[in-house]
């Protein structure tokens, strides 16, 4: 194992749930405000992952007063404080971007 391979798997989270493509998740992110810090909750559906190892990241997508918001997390990133699944999404591919098109119930994903 070299040397870069060692110091990623120092910087990785040990402590993430089970993460699949269509879970509706809760992401608790440290937002930082002038002096204070606070944690601020992201909760929709996920949409894409991508990467391996350190770099891996989710994709995060909500309806928030009917505009559709994606943001993007790395999931070893000290900006996350934590993740929580809420429910499993049963799904049968592995990235959602067509959901960007639906609204309403055709935006739902039955449950697993």
Known sequence: MNIIDQLEQEGMKKDLPVIAIGDQVKVNVKVKEGEKERIQTYEGTVIAR??????????????????????????????????????HGKVRRAKLYYLRSRTGKAAKLKEN
């Open 50 to 87: 991508k990467n391996g190892g350190i770099r891996e990241t989710i994709v995060v997508r909500r309806v928030t007063f009917g505009v559709g918001v994606e943001r993007t997390f790395p999931l070893h990133s000290p900006k996350i404080a934590s993740i929580q699944v809420v429910r």
